[in-house]
């Protein structure tokens, strides 16, 4: 079945840049996401790119997209301890009747030091 | 307003019991879906309905059952809770173009 892989913590000094590494498995998703769960919240999305680009940019956060490797990476320059949360990573499923459907990495928590 | 809504925020409950969990949008989405997340586990996905009269198990349904009242609501029943079941609950919703999902602030049950 499909899984999205990603690694469960990664922790970081203030000021610092933050790479958040995430593999999926079904090529044809059409969209993929990144997701932010700040404690005690729900998700919300940050940003997400479109299977069709390589890279996506939006301010402090950059989105790199390598479809061979299946490959998605969240890049957060000048990593602020408000960064601190879990971030999931998401592709879409693009078959069958659950088609639009979000399948969900496990989350990497970032600790953000100061 | 938020867009997504869950109640109760939190609720603890005996093995045994029946519980509702409900879920209200004002997005206008057609589908909705309910996720259990668990630490270390991510998002699960219990159920999802992409209209009033269409409703699937997802990856999780054992023990739990869903009700699609109308298009701005989407229940989630227990219908006889077990410890196991203590988790964080979400709601969400998404439209048909770009499958962005839309989460509720989730609903913290524990079943002692």
């Known amino acids: 079945g499909e899984d999205v892989e990603q690694s469960l913590f990664l922790s970081v000094r203030e000021g610092d840049s933050s790479v958040i590494n995430c593999t999926y498995t079904?090529?044809?998703?059409?969209?993929l996401y990144w997701y932010k769960q700040e404690p005690g919240a729900g998700l919300q999305l940050l940003t997400y790119?479109?299977?069709?680009?390589d890279m996506k940019q939006d301010q402090r956060l950059t989105v790199l997209l390598n479809k061979k490797d299946k490959h998605l990476s969240l890049r957060i320059a000048d990593t602020q301890t408000g960064d601190s949360a879990i971030y999931f990573c998401?592709?879409?499923?693009?078959?069958?009747?659950?088609?639009?459907?979000?399948?969900f990495g496990k989350g990497t928590k970032l600790s953000v030091k100061p | 307003d938020a867009d997504v809504t869950q109640t109760p925020r939190n609720r603890i409950t005996k093995t045994g019991k029946r519980i509702m969990l409900e879920c209200s949008q004002t997005k206008g989405h057609d589908r909705m879906y309910w996720y259990r997340q668990d630490p270390g586990l991510g998002l699960r996905l219990i159920y999802y309905s992409f209209d009033v009269k269409d409703i699937n198990k997802g990856e999780i349904s054992d023990g739990y059952s869903v009700s699609r009242q109308a298009q701005a609501k989407f229940s989630l029943s227990l219908e006889s809770a077990i410890p196991n079941q203590t988790a964080l609950y979400f709601c969400?919703?998404?439209?048909?173009?770009?499958?962005?999902?839309?989460f509720g602030p989730g609903t913290r049950l524990t079943v002692t």
């Open positions: 998401a592709e879409t499923l693009n078959y069958g009747g659950s088609q639009g459907n979000l399948i």
């Open positions: 969400a919703t998404s439209d048909d173009l770009s499958y962005e999902q839309y």
């Open positions: 790119i479109f299977s069709n680009m």
């Open positions: 079904d090529s044809s998703s059409t969209y």
